[in-house]
């Protein structure tokens, strides 16, 4: 079957954030319904991938409440909820015509559907995640390397804590304890800033330390951005806004708060495409 590479949230090759994407074939495996492979073999591609995401999709029969199965796989884990891994595939599917308009992903966290728009974009239409402020955890800001000004559960989807620091700089400027970090939380923690100067193009910046998953730090997070939307949302007064990812690779992220859910709207670009032999 046809492997891709695919740089999410990025309309350049070698930004962004890259996700393995494989479209699972019709007799792979000889099933009916359609199903996926073993989860060993799953966890394996996703490994030998090594990137943080690799996305298994296969088609459902016509009719139903979605159009594609989509499952992701870190290299330790299969995650709830992946942004970026999904951009990648919808991309996939609109550009090698395997689907036209907009396409419903059947996946852990419910329907999620990946509109194209006439520029190359795509938006996704994620749950938004539920905020809840928490008290500052011990030691959480020895191991980040900066005093938290706000701390925010994101619920059971996203499993990260936001920690809201003083400013854009000292999001740059962080160089956490991973280790220490995996105590905080199930997946990792959101560390995020106001923009410095929005006249650039975005509104807030934001890094992500995921080490519970084997992601020391993600490029770029959609996942994250259900969170970072109302967060910053609420604080800046707009639904609409832009955030920067700002890891070495960096990425764009549009988000746009309606209620229950987010859209995150981003582009794509295919770096790599191979056959898997294995």
């Known amino acids: 079957m046809r492997i891709r590479i695919v740089d999410a949230f990025t309309d350049r090759p070698f930004a962004g954030n890259p996700a393995g994407v494989l479209l699972l074939g019709p007799s792979t495996p000889p099933a009916s319904p359609p199903s996926f492979p073993d989860d060993t073999w799953l966890q394996n591609v996703a ?12 088609r459902l029969p016509a009719g139903g409440e979605a159009d594609w199965a989509l499952r992701w796989f870190t290299p330790v884990a299969e995650v709830a909820m992946c942004g970026h891994a999904t951009l990648a595939t919808a ?64 619920g059971p989807n996203v499993g990260d804590l936001i920690i809201e620091v003083a400013d854009e700089k000292t999001v740059r400027g962080l160089t956490p304890d991973h280790r220490a970090l995996t105590r905080y939380s199930e997946r990792g923690i959101i560390a995020t800033a106001r923009a410095e100067d929005p006249s650039r193009g975005y509104d807030f910046v934001s890094r992500c330390f995921f080490p519970n998953i084997g992601i020391d730090e993600d490029p770029v997070t959609g996942s994250a951005h ?26 764009l992220v549009r988000t746009e708060l309606r209620g229950a859910r987010t859209h995150l709207t981003g582009n794509a670009v295919t770096v790599i495409e191979g056959e898997l032999l294995a």
């Open 47 to 58: 490994v030998e991938v090594n990137h943080a995401e690799t996305a298994f999709a296969h």
């Open 91 to 154: 991309h996939v599917l609109h550009t090698t015509g395997a689907h036209e308009g907009p396409v419903r992903f059947a996946t852990r966290s419910g329907v999620l559907i990946a509109t194209p728009h006439d520029d190359g974009s795509l938006t996704l239409d994620f749950p938004t995640a539920p905020l809840t402020a928490v008290e500052v955890p011990d030691g959480v800001a020895e191991a980040l390397g900066a005093e938290p000004l706000a701390v925010l559960d994101t």
């Open 226 to 251: 259900t969170a970072l939307a109302p967060f910053w949302s609420e604080r800046l007064g707009r639904p609409a806004l832009t955030g920067l990812q700002a890891s070495a690779r960096s990425g």
